[in-house]
DNA sequence: AATGAGTCCAACCGCTCTGTA
DNA sequence: CTACAGAGCGGTTGGACTCAT
């Protein structure tokens, strides 16, 4: 027996909003806000949608604030710099753009910039090292305002800065990216929560998740849960330098390895493995 | 002018997660 | 603990638009 269907789909409208159901719509909202309940909203403000249709125009096009148009090159840089680091977590990575939609930004990504990022070739200027990643995608990754100011606030006020020694391999931390998601309203704290518990040896430790198993959400929880795998390469968002650029290279991933992920499609949850899924329920320990 | 290919983006689909009874 | 409903997410699709031939 499959799902049942979260509407009444023979009485719902599909397709393109009229001019009419965005007011009726807009109206509505501005009046009495969703009532905690989308799927009863539609009935309610008299529109022949469904309650996951109103949410999606609303989120996507109608509600305040929307930003509409040309993307920046800092949304641009900002935009590659976490797919590189969180991979295809859109919503995620919107939190970063005030006025952007998951939506708008996978649909950049998707139609422009991908393609924009597989044109460029290896010679590039201000290349920091050469076998690395010393490419255009290292110089969009060097991450600019505003999106490196509240970074770099991260980075500052942050006391520590983790090495994670996991058994054969050497893995590096820097509280930066945690305190960015777990400071960020949008995603944490539920995104970012860890504690500080200590090891057998009275190490402290920092855990992702709880108890025994840590949450498996597909957002930001899970990519610290991977992120510490043993067996993949760590993020490393260091130091940044005075421009709000990293110093280090926040990957260590080529511009080709990434470019083979993305023209082999296996850019996404299940196949971007710098740190996407697998491990989902892994409980993982941070050393500090 | 016709048309086919390519591009873009709004919207849909189906899945997972979360909260609650 | 389980089942269920709603919310949210990412992947995909379909149609409008643009451009080249």
């Known amino acids: 027996m499959g799902r049942a269907p979260c509407c ?23 009046k009495h806000g969703t009532g905690g309940n989308w799927i009863a909203l539609p009935q309610k403000a008299g529109l022949k949608r469904c309650g996951k249709s109103c949410r999606l125009r609303w989120l996507n096009y109608l509600r305040p604030n929307i930003k509409h148009g040309e993307f920046t090159d800092d949304e641009d840089r900002i935009i590659c710099s976490l797919f590189a680091s969180i991979g295809s977590r859109w919503s995620i990575i919107a939190s970063q753009l005030p006025g952007r939609t998951d939506n708008d930004i996978k649909n950049y990504w998707n139609t422009k910039l991908k393609k924009k990022l597989l044109r460029m070739g290896p010679s590039i200027p201000h290349q920091k090292k050469p076998n690395s990643l010393s490419s255009n995608l290292q110089n969009y990754y060097s991450i600019a305002s505003p999106y490196s100011s509240s970074l770099q606030t991260h980075i500052s006020s942050s006391p520590y800065e983790y090495q994670c020694n996991n058994n054969n391999s050497s893995n590096y931390y820097s509280t930066s990216f945690t305190s960015l998601i777990s400071s960020n309203p949008c995603v944490g704290p539920m995104h970012g929560d860890y504690n500080q518990v200590k090891d057998s040896n009275n190490s402290n430790l920092i855990m992702f998740g709880s108890e025994a198993s840590t949450c498996s959400s597909s957002d930001g929880s899970n990519y610290f849960s991977n992120a510490v795998d043993e067996n993949q390469k760590i993020l490393m968002i260091n130091g940044s330098d005075a421009n709000g650029c990293f110093s280090e290279n926040p990957l260590d991933y080529s511009i080709e390895e990434i470019k083979q992920l993305i023209s082999t499609n296996n850019v996404g949850s299940n196949n971007l493995n710098f740190f996407v899924d697998e491990i989902k329920t892994e409980e993982k320990l941070m050393y500090y």
């Open 8 to 30: 009444d789909k023979a009485n719902v409208k599909k397709g393109p909003w009229s001019p009419e159901e965005d007011v009726q719509l807009k109206e509505y909202m501005e």
